[in-house]
């Protein structure tokens, strides 16, 4: 059975929240003062990390919700959640490969 076609609110808000979240992030990382222990800066670039991971989570969240409602425009949720997959898989990666 068929289910009808919904709006394609889900899809765009799985590009526009994302971004929302990652500006937001950074603004924040950037905008706060420079400590005098923090000499590189690794502050400010693991809270705009942070926001990264954060955007990539919700982006791909947002478009399995698009594909579970079966929107309309369903199509355009995937043009987020692919970069934000690979983001997430990097990251992971990274994490259980280590630096090394």
Wanted: charged share 10%.
């Amino acid at each position: 059975m068929n289910q009808p076609e919904r709006s394609s609110i889900f899809s765009v808000a799985a590009i526009v929240i994302p971004l929302v979240i990652v500006g937001v992030g950074i603004i924040f990382s950037f905008s706060e003062e420079i400590h005098t222990d923090d000499w590189f800066g690794l502050a400010r670039i693991f809270k705009s990390l942070f926001s990264i991971l954060l955007g990539a989570i919700t982006s791909i969240l947002l478009a399995v919700i698009a594909y579970m409602r079966n929107e309309e425009n369903k199509w355009i949720s995937t043009l987020a959640a692919v970069p934000s997959l690979l983001i997430l898989l990097a990251a992971g990666a990274f994490m259980v490969l280590g630096a090394n």
